[in-house]
């Protein structure tokens, strides 16, 4: 039996009549559903940004967006995000890259690090907490001023050799950004601090303050330069393979450095090129007798060509050949002990660029690395290199970097040309709730020295971990643990435990 009512007896109007109501009946039904899909939640596919704080300038995303209230879309907030974990990867190289405690930076680097701010996804988080969000920062002119202090109370104990050492001391840690808002162009500055201060027990200071500054000027036909200079002041770490045995205080050590580079796109051909020089100063060293040791037979400059072509196979892979050339000049011609260590530096690789999406960028690379000196009795060090620095994303909320880093650390003791340094870092950071963010830290480096070497290969293992707490947007509790076992194969072992709480202020 049909449902559909018989209009053919129907007169002309209330045929009509019939039929409009017919109509709008269909439209009150059509509209709601083509609303419903317009407001479909986001997917859960979107990029996901990094934590990871950056140390260079991020690429020019053009003007920011902003929504009716005021606030920055998220396709926006994810594309600054995927930025900074690229530039972020290529920054956290291992610490023995330069003399100093590896514990020391580790420890740094989670009181210093941001909490992590995740409202890219309204759908999926529609009660964002308040103590998440980002400060709005201090404006000076063009600029945007966004300084971060934390003041910690800490607890270290160090064993070395038979003997113990228990202290007690305050650090204030400092880590500040300045970034300029031009429409073209980009300059950034990155400060970080640590000052300390001994409150009970016996045991070295550890100072440490870096300035480093980018200024990215964007060129016509796809091309980008940069003009970097910094400056990092810290004390040489006892456990450091330079260090001075039985000093009472370590060399105070000024580093200097300043670069410039070119990259250019040539359709499916990534180009660049670029200059490095650095210049490093020591202070004299105190015994523990009181007797000053002059160190300034270490200062040197160095210098490093670079080059890089990669060859886009698609936008998330692109394989690169690279090498680059370096001068290292020493102020002495001759040390104290009579060695020249003046020399040259010769490296090449080849690797793979990869970014796909939120889940995996990075690159990895593998090659070979050698390094010359002048005097005869040093003999040369050459080694096979494999790097990689990895950001990996396994679910919402978590982030995990992975680093290789192989390097030739040329010495100063007599008699040493240096060592290979092979580091393994890694890094977890875990978003507990939305305003609770758990941090681990862990890395193990292998100190290679040459067969002839009087000195032992050496394996050092560092492992740190940390909590933040958002009380509010201006205002952090965090906690660090952390600990560092030197091992050696013909000398005694050393470790370091270190444990500390703060209070960190943001504006």
Partial sequence: MSHWKDTSSLTPLRAAGFAVSM?????????????????????NSAIRPSNTPAAAAPEDEGDIPETPDGTTSAANNATQGATTARTAASDQKPSDETTGSILDEDMMRLNTREAPLDE????????????????????????????????SINTETQKDAGIK????????????????????????????????????????????????????????????????????????????????????????????????????????????TGIDVSRAIYSDATLSDGTTVSLSDRNETSGTIRGRIGYELSPALIPFIEANVGKTVYDDAVDSAGYRRSGDSYGAKVGVALDMGEKLRGEVGIGYQTATFDDDRLSDIDTAVVDAQLLWSP?????VTIGLLTSINPSTTAGESGYVSHALTTGI?????????????????????????????????TTSAGLTWNINRYLDLTSTIGYELTSRKTSSDSEQWRAGLGLKLKR
């Fill in 165 to 272: 050492q228990t202290r007690g001391f305050l650090e204030t840690d400092l880590h500040a950004t300045l970034t300029s808002d031009w429409s073209l162009h980009q300059l950034s500055v990155t400060t970080d601090g640590a000052w300390q201060k001994n409150v009970s027990g016996e045991g070295e200071e550890q100072p440490d303050f870096k300035i480093n500054g980018d200024l990215r000027l964007d060129l016509p036909e796809d091309t980008t330069a940069h003009i970097i200079g910094g400056y990092h002041f810290y004390r040489e770490d006892t456990d450091d393979p330079n260090a001075l045995q039985n000093a009472d205080k370590q060399s105070d050590v000024q580093e200097f450095s300043a670069g410039a580079s070119i990259e250019r796109d040539f359709g499916i051909l990534r180009g660049s």
């Fill in 120 to 151: 890219r996804l309204p759908a999926r988080k529609p009660e964002p907490n308040p103590a998440t969000e980002e400060t709005p920062g201090i404006r000076i002119g063009t600029f945007v001023l966004r300084p971060t202090v934390t003041q």
């Fill in 395 to 399: 679910l919402r909320g978590t982030d």
């Fill in 429 to 461: 950071t875990h978003q507990l709730r939305d305003n609770l963010t758990g941090t681990v830290l862990g890395g193990i480096t292998y100190r290679d020295y040459p067969s002839d070497s009087p000195t032992s290969d050496e394996t050092v293992y």
């Fill in 23 to 43: 109509v709008l009946a269909a439209g009150a039904f059509i509209v709601p559903q083509a609303a419903f899909a317009q407001s479909t939640p986001v997917s």
